[in-house]
């Protein structure tokens, strides 16, 4: 049956493109398949792509990724490829906050009375930053590594 209603097309679309996400997500997450894990994870990633231009938001898109990217620098170790670099993926996590760390701090301090936008933004920093948990160890010296480790030290006090 056709649907006319543009919205919910878009919303099929969208839980489809998850669907294959999830699916290869949870192949790029199986301890089992080893070195095979990057192959499931790129193909995880090409489903993503599809949700967001089916109108998946961007930022909930790029706190997947940095999430199974991150595992899969723990549980294998990063490789020649800047997919796999625990620097790339901290550049890539400062790059896609929506807020400046100093914007953050000062709205951190009284949230609760911020409009509902901004606290999104700071609850988006928060979800970004999830992943820089568990390789913030693994960054080099330098300053990609000193903000993160500033982010992160924000990141208890974000709602």
């Given amino acids: 049956m056709e649907c006319t209603d543009g919205a919910e097309v878009s919303v099929d679309r969208i839980n489809d493109w998850l669907g294959a ?3 290869n ?3 790029a997450q199986d301890r089992d398949r080893g070195e095979a894990r990057r192959i499931w994870a790129r193909v995880a990633f090409a489903a993503l792509d599809g949700a967001e231009q089916a109108g998946y938001p961007m930022r909930n898109a790029d706190a997947d990724r940095f999430h199974l990217r991150a595992l ?3 549980d ?3 490789d020649d490829d800047p997919l796999w670099s625990p620097d790339q993926l901290a550049s890539d ?3 896609a906050l929506p807020l400046g760390l100093e914007q953050a701090r000062a709205w951190v301090t009284d949230w609760r009375m911020r409009p509902r936008h901004e606290i999104l933004a700071l609850r988006t920093c928060k ?3 999830g992943p820089m948990e568990s ?9 990609v590594r000193t903000q993160i480790d500033r982010w992160l ?5 974000l709602p």
């Fill in 76 to 78: 294998l170790a990063p």
């Fill in 135 to 143: 390789i913030a160890d693994r960054l080099a010296i330098g300053p």
């Fill in 21 to 23: 996400w999830r699916l």
């Fill in 25 to 27: 997500q949870s192949h």
């Fill in 72 to 74: 899969l620098i723990v």
């Fill in 153 to 157: 030290d924000l990141r208890a006090h």
């Fill in 93 to 95: 996590v400062l790059e």
């Fill in 127 to 129: 979800n970004l930053l």
